[in-house]
């Protein structure tokens, strides 16, 4: 990767942790910065879009979808976010990733709502937790868990800090942040500070 692609990824980057920490001015700053390097970038216009802005300006366009409305699964999940109901809008994404053809505007949302969950997530838990498994591997696989979780809660040993979390378990910081958040609330997952 030379220099302009790791400025490109670095502010692409920056802009969803804006975004994540409600800052859209931030976000849509840090993409049109990626437009200025590389004026056909598909992932900025992308986010732009999906968050309802107009890539040459700086504020944020409500979108009005009212329940019932008719709106797509994009548009329910866009005006979740601004309600502030991210785990509804992840949920919702979820339900409707069946519905919904992989194209680059979804994959923009998808994005925007983990960006936007994911300081959620590590906030509930606290900087200096240590998770510890609870249950055995029987209890786990009566479960059917998938992959993922299972990978999540290997890695919770008691001994790891959350912040180390994501590289044992070897998954990115949001899915290992979201599945140990569904393992505490199942109770196979221990926090303690």
């Known amino acids: 990767m030379n220099a302009k692609q790791q400025e490109i990824a670095r502010l692409l980057r920056k802009g969803l942790d804006a975004y994540g920490e409600d800052d859209a001015e931030a976000a849509v700053y840090a993409w049109n910065a ?83 969950l994911l300081p959620i997530y590590r906030a509930g838990f606290g900087r200096d937790a240590m998770p510890r498994a609870a249950g055995d591997a029987a209890q786990l696989e009566a479960l059917c868990l998938t992959e993922a979780a299972c990978a999540v809660h290997r890695a919770c040993n008691g001994a790891t800090l959350l912040a180390a979390l994501p590289a044992a378990s070897g998954l990115d910081a949001f899915d290992t942040f979201h599945h140990l958040s569904v393992l505490v609330d199942a109770g196979l997952v221990s926090v303690y500070a």
């Open 34 to 116: 990626v437009l200025a390097l590389d004026p056909n970038n598909s992932d900025a216009r992308d986010y732009i879009d999906s968050i309802g802005v107009a890539a040459e300006e700086p504020e944020v366009a409500p979108v009005p979808v009212a329940e019932g409305s008719g709106a797509g699964p994009l548009d329910e999940v866009i005006a979740l976010l601004e309600q502030g109901r991210e785990v509804d809008a992840h949920a919702r994404l979820l339900a409707s990733a069946a519905d919904v053809a992989p194209d680059l505007e979804t994959l923009a949302v998808v994005d925007l709502v983990r960006a936007k």
